[in-house]
């Protein structure tokens, strides 16, 4: 039994189909089946049942369980042997959601291959309940997030708050104080008074996500009940469609900072303001989590610190977005 074997097996066990598992793998048809016959000829039962279609028997069930283990641990032994001998090579696997991805790794990951030239970065975009379970099984490394994080055997290190802020186009801030619309910009950069847009159309997330559910507890503690012009599932196509002037949005502070999200610099569109709402309620902690449990790379403690240094640093000053 050897690791190629098993690694061959496992993404046969994952595609349950010869023909695409070695595609996947650039091997031929008859060069994948030899591999798994051989561990099935050392093991003494056959691990898949090849009709009708392809599944697993008994012992090719508990060989997945036992060969991800056995690989997972084979991978952890090579990153400690590497960090101890110096080697400055190595792999590092990021878990991220997707629209947090756009407006954070663009802020880390050029300074972070800069000094870690030879360091092979793997991202893997999920939602941050199957980033949590790919994290608990070894799949990635370390995950971008929002605190907490649930999995028992995660350890965590606060990057940065990461507050909220209604972006609101200024012809709304004209309209609603034609007398004194300078002034009343400078004041909700410091105390928005959310009572002032109880009429004016919000453009908000779909239910579901977290930041629609911290807005609309903070709507209800304000017993404001807003006028949804829209809803969207993805921020950005929020925040650009209050950028043509059509309603506010909501926006967190994490993509004010990104250089490649629809943010305060672009050019284009109605000018807006970003007001934080400025609460514990309306303010989230942005995080890094890794597995306890795990060996954990001097890559990866590099990124966390690079990650600690940058975000800590790139804190946003509102003023500037007026």
């Known amino acids: 039994m050897n690791f190629t074997n098993l690694n061959y097996f496992l993404v046969a066990a994952e595609e349950m189909n010869i023909t695409r598992a070695a595609h996947k793998l650039h091997i031929s048809q008859q060069a994948l089946s030899n591999h798994i016959t051989k561990l099935e000829e050392e093991i003494g039962a056959p691990l898949f049942e090849r009709t009708p279609s392809l599944t697993l028997t008994y012992a090719g069930a508990r060989l997945v369980d036992t060969s991800t283990q056995i690989l997972d641990m084979h991978s952890q032994f090579l990153n400690e042997v590497k960090d101890l001998s110096g080697d400055s090579k190595g792999d590092l696997t990021i878990g991220i959601t997707y629209t947090r991805g756009q407006a954070l790794l663009p802020l880390l990951l050029p300074q ?12 893997e975009e999920a939602n941050s309940v199957d980033l949590e379970d790919l994290l608990a099984h070894g799949s990635v490394d370390l995950v971008l997030g929002f605190s907490p994080f649930f ?25 609603l104080f034609p007398d004194n619309t300078e002034d009343m910009r400078q004041k909700f950069l410091t105390a928005v008074d959310i009572s002032a847009f109880k009429e004016e159309p919000f453009i908000l997330l779909k239910k579901g996500d977290r930041i629609r559910a911290i807005i609309d507890s903070y709507f209800k503690k ?9 809803e ?4 950005q196509t929020a925040f650009a469609l209050a950028k043509k002037g059509l309603g506010i949005a909501v926006y967190p502070e994490m993509f004010l900072r990104g250089e490649t999200t629809l943010s305060a610099v672009d050019e284009g569109g109605t000018l807006m303001d970003y007001y ?17 449990d795990r060996y954990l790379s001097k890559a990866a403690k590099d990124f966390i610190d690079l990650a600690q240094g940058i975000l800590s640093q790139s804190a946003t000053q509102s003023a500037k977005y007026i």
């Open 276 to 292: 934080p709402l400025g609460t514990k309620a309306t303010t989230e902690h942005l995080a890094i989590a890794f597995n306890k």
């Open 112 to 123: 972070y291959t800069k000094e870690h030239p030879n360091v092979n970065i793997r991202i």
């Open 232 to 235: 969207s599932a993805n921020i």
């Open 222 to 230: 304000h017993r404001i009940v807003p006028h949804i012009f829209c």
């Open 151 to 175: 999995s028992p055997n995660v350890e965590v290190r606060e990057l940065s708050s990461d507050r909220i802020f209604l972006a609101v186009p200024v012809p709304f801030m004209e309209k």
